[in-house]
C-alpha cells in the first residue's frame, strides 16, 4: 500500500486532522485500497521517507525545511502543504495534487 505522510509539530493533532480528510476523499475516490494517509511527527519524516519506498507523498502542515525537501525530491516525493485541509481554501487544489501523485505512483487512473 502506498502512504501520503502527514506531519505536524507533534503528530496528534492537526496532521491526524488532515490525515482523516485525505482518507474520506480516497475513499470517496474509491482509492483507500490503495493509498492511505497517515499522521506522524515531523521530526520523524525524514528517516521515513528514506527508509520507506511506499511514500509517495508527503503533507507538511507547513513547507518543508531545506534539509527534509532534500530528502523529499531525492526520493521522488510529492510534497504539498496542508493548509488547504484545515481552511478549506484551496482544498480541491490540494486533492487534484494527491490525486495525481497516486496515479503516476500506482499507474490506477483515477476519477
Not at 531545506?66 to 485541509?85: A, F, K, M, S
Not at 501523485?101 to 500506482?106: I, N, R, S
Request: charge should be negative; hydrophobic fraction near 40%; proline fraction near 6%.
Amino acid at each position: 500500500m502506498k502512504i501520503i505522510l502527514v506531519c505536524c509539530g507533534s503528530g496528534v493533532a492537526t496532521s491526524p486532522q488532515v490525515a482523516n480528510k485525505i482518507n474520506d476523499f480516497l475513499a470517496d475516490k474509491e482509492l483507500d485500497d490503495v493509498v492511505q494517509a497517515e499522521p506522524h511527527p515531523v521530526e520523524t519524516a525524514k528517516s521515513r521517507i528514506e527508509t520507506n519506498p511506499n511514500i509517495i507523498v508527503y503533507v507538511g502542515i507547513a513547507p518543508a525545511d531545506d534539509d527534509l525537501r532534500e530528502t523529499i525530491e531525492e526520493n521522488n516525493v510529492t510534497e504539498i502543504v496542508g493548509v488547504p485541509w484545515l481552511t478549506g481554501i484551496g482544498e480541491n487544489e490540494a486533492n487534484a495534487k494527491v490525486l495525481a501523485a497516486v496515479e503516476l505512483a500506482t499507474q490506477k487512473p483515477t476519477q
